[in-house]
């Protein structure tokens, strides 16, 4: 699995990959297309990965509204004694295709994850789930482009000032589910304001590139332990957002540390209530 520490040299090392990888196309229950096998080899090396199905769920529109910001959800189910130790999110075509990757706190055997990429061309994307005995399980959807602009290269929303202003700024809110392992389990999602920038888009005042800056860790605690930790990309969509559940231990609060490659550093608070 790839270590988080490390997770930005891979990042680097993927990006270059991805800006020469060719489309991928091939079809299957697992798909793995011509770009997949060197993204496989660059993450996992010579790992084996198997087929996830009926033990991962995975959602992506067909024909996203928005390339900018395509739904992404994931739910895995592992059998009983056995537990998820990390979920990799892969936009095949991307020019960084390692989207996000997931640390998970706890010994959990059911988690959902929800979040938002950018989508550059048609691609696949998958999910890769790391078990605790260090088995991999992969599943993959085709999303289409409706054409236009690539999503990595198109310019930020709103003003620049009040980009800047807000950056860092974050809200959670509790999102109904109807697929809670336990009483004690919630579901919640995590809105950060921050433009991602890609370093691929123009100032439309300057046209000159506007220099990369993204998300680059985010970490979520409960009384101190490790609920969740993301390694991100320019692949999240600008002002990612996160839906996940989790088991509330009993603290009354989830504390959140996001940074960014420019040495950016936001932490909050963020009131859950008592285990129920």
Request: aromatic letters at 6%; a neutral charge.
């Amino acid at each position: 699995m790839l270590r988080l520490s490390n997770c930005f040299n891979q990042h680097l090392a993927i990006v270059l990959f991805g800006m020469v990888a060719a489309v991928a196309a091939a079809t299957g229950p697992v798909r793995a297309g011509s770009s997949w096998q060197g993204i496989k080899t660059e993450v996992y090396g010579s790992r084996p990965i198997e087929d996830g199905t009926g033990l991962i769920g995975l959602k992506a529109p067909y024909r996203p509204d928005d390339v900018r910001a395509v739904p992404v959800s994931i739910d895995a189910a592992l059998p009983a004694g056995r537990t998820i130790k990390g979920v990799n999110i892969f936009v095949d075509e991307n020019p960084s295709p390692l989207a996000a990757a997931f640390k998970v706190g706890g010994a959990r055997g059911r988690m959902a994850l929800a979040t938002k990429v950018r989508l550059n061309q048609e691609s696949f994307i998958r999910a890769v789930v790391e078990t605790n005995d260090g088995r991999l399980y992969m599943v993959s959807s085709l999303v289409k482009f409706a054409g236009g602009q690539s999503a990595c290269s198109a310019p930020p929303t709103g003003d620049p000032v009040e980009i800047a202003a807000n950056m860092g700024k974050a809200k959670l809110a509790a999102v109904p589910s109807s697929k809670a392992v336990s009483q004690a389990s919630q579901k919640v999602r995590l809105d950060v304001r921050h433009p991602n920038h890609t370093g691929m888009a123009l100032d439309q005042m300057t046209l000159l590139y506007i220099p990369l800056r993204m998300v680059s860790k985010l970490e979520v605690r409960q009384g101190g332990e490790p609920v969740l930790e993301m390694d991100g990309s320019i692949t999240l969509s600008e002002n990612p957002s996160l839906e996940f559940d989790f088991h509330n231990k009993g603290a009354e609060t989830l504390d959140v540390t996001l940074k960014d490659s420019d040495g950016g550093e936001w932490r909050h608070a963020f009131d859950v209530g008592p285990a129920t």
